[in-house]
């Protein structure tokens, strides 16, 4: 499974970005899909899940700042990020789950102050 993430940049404190994330190559089917994040010197944390029914999870630090959705026909998940803070600042990757994890190159995403 290959994962492309896009939409990554740079923003102002209070403002939106959009990621995408589409998954391609050969496998049966895509359960959950979700956003994971490392800012410099921190551990990889999660984001937000869904699952393939539309479910969804999120961090504490992004629930009602940050949606996920996904696009089951073209394997494809989105995070929208609203009113971003600067400790928003990390390399969001995405990932999907097809019987164990598989993750993308990852996007880099900074909020400024």
């Known amino acids: 499974v290959q994962l492309q993430a896009s939409g990554g940049g740079l923003v102002q404190a209070g403002g939106s970005l959009r990621l995408s994330c589409a998954a391609s190559g050969s496998f049966f089917r895509i359960n959950d899909m979700g956003w994971f994040r490392q800012a410099p010197g921190k551990q990889r944390e999660l984001v937000a899940t869904?699952?393939?029914?539309?479910?969804?999870n999120y961090a504490d630090s992004v629930k009602g700042r940050f949606t996920i959705s996904r696009d089951n026909a073209k394997n494809t998940v989105y995070l929208q990020m609203d009113r971003l803070k600067p400790e928003d600042t990390a390399v969001y990757f995405c990932?999907?789950?097809?019987?164990?994890?598989?993750w993308g190159q990852g996007t880099q995403v900074t909020v400024s102050s």
């Open positions: 869904i699952t393939s029914y539309g479910s969804t």
């Open positions: 990932a999907a789950a097809t019987g164990s994890w598989n």
